[in-house]
Each structure stands twice: as structure tokens, then as C-alpha cells.
């Protein structure tokens, strides 16, 4: 699904225009980036959690030659899934916001 399909989908749930939801979508996502790129974790009970870890500066090798290279230290977004989504996904039973709620 592409941001625009996913906008139509928020603003058909919501009752909302699409300008609304374009404007709602586009806020989460930026507070979220906002929120990690300040180093705070961002938990969504029962639907997941946004985490910032460090990735430790490696040496990696080239396949089929003896030629090696570094890689510098850099940090990265991990997403952990929750229960409520794992277990909705994996039954296949998404309706409406039991991913989110229990």
C-alpha cells in the first residue's frame, strides 16, 4: 500500500476529506521522526514500538576476493512488533482496531 492509498483509507475511516487525513498521516509520521531523532522511543500499546539503536563500526569482507572494507558506526530504527498485531496478522483477523486494542 502507498502513502496515498493508506491517506484514502484514514480519511474513509474517519470521516475526514482526504486533505484532513493527508494532513493527520503527514503529522504522526513527522512526530514520530521528531520523537527518534530526539532519542525518545516511540510505544504504541499492543501495536508496536519504534526503538533507535547503534550499529558498532564492523570490517566486512567481498565476497570471492581477499579484499576487506569498514563500515562506520551509524544508528538505525528498529520496529518491534506487538501481541495484539502479531497475533491479528497471524490469524488473519484485522477488523478494526483490534490491532490496537484488547
Known amino acids: 500500500m502507498k ?3 493508506f491517506i484514502d483509507l484514514v480519511a474513509k475511516k474517519a470521516g475526514l476529506t482526504k486533505k484532513d487525513a493527508s494532513v493527520a498521516v503527514n503529522s ?3 512526530s ?3 520523537s527518534l531523532c530526539a532519542g525518545k522511543d516511540v510505544s504504541f500499546i499492543g501495536f508496536g514500538s519504534f526503538n533507535v539503536v547503534e550499529k558498532a563500526a564492523r570490517e566486512g569482507k567481498i565476497p570471492g576476493s581477499d579484499k576487506t572494507y569498514k563500515t562506520a558506526a551509524s544508528k538505525s530504527v528498529k520496529f518491534k512488533v506487538g501481541k495484539n498485531l502479531k497475533d491479528a496478522v497471524a ?3 484485522c477488523k478494526s482496531s483490534k490491532c490496537a486494542k484488547k
Open 32 to 34: 514520530i521522526c521528531e
Open 91 to 93: 490469524a488473519k483477523s
Open 3 to 5: 502513502k496515498a492509498d
Open 28 to 30: 504522526v509520521v513527522d
